[in-house]
């Protein structure tokens, strides 16, 4: 779960570059340094990425267009439930997982213990070959099992 982010600096970024009439396009968007000193590819996978978290709420979005000078808790909160709805495996960390925790008489939250909670069978449970919304390279499904 470490690698999950929620991409707050991206986020915002996306909300103001994406106002524009065409679609934000990766070339674009790397040619101009919009997120900063990423492979095309890498800057592939944020936009797409970012779009499905964003991109699902076109009337959401609009209104993160018109916001600039949102406060950082506001954006924080914004950016959680955005990843909580658009990827499962999140929603069932935050969801589940952690209020669990909560309930226990020692409620710390350990790497060994997030990484059994993600081995278990039931985490992640149809979602078809792709075990997350992260980059393969990065998702902790596929970390946790190697």
């Known amino acids: 779960m470490l690698k999950c982010t929620l991409e707050l600096a991206n986020s915002r970024i996306f909300w103001a ?4 009439a065409e679609p934000m396009q990766a070339e674009v968007a790397f040619e101009a340094g919009w997120f900063g000193h990423r492979s095309l ?3 592939r996978e944020l936009l797409t990425n970012l779009r499905a978290r964003y991109g699902a709420f076109p009337s959401a979005l609009q209104v993160l267009h018109r916001w600039p000078q949102m ?3 506001t954006q924080k909160l914004i950016c959680h439930w955005h990843l909580q709805l658009s990827d499962p495996l999140y929603r069932q960390f935050s969801g589940t997982f ?3 925790r909560l309930l226990q008489e020692d409620p710390t939250i350990r790497k060994l213990q997030v990484v059994t909670w993600l081995g278990r069978p039931a985490v992640g449970a149809g979602r078809g070959a792709r075990a997350c919304s992260w980059p393969a390279s990065s998702c902790p ?4 099992q190697a």
């Open 17 to 20: 570059e994406s106002a524009a």
């Open 98 to 100: 952690l209020p669990e």
């Open 141 to 144: 499904r596929r970390t946790a």
């Open 71 to 73: 406060g950082g808790d």
């Open 41 to 43: 590819s890498r800057m």
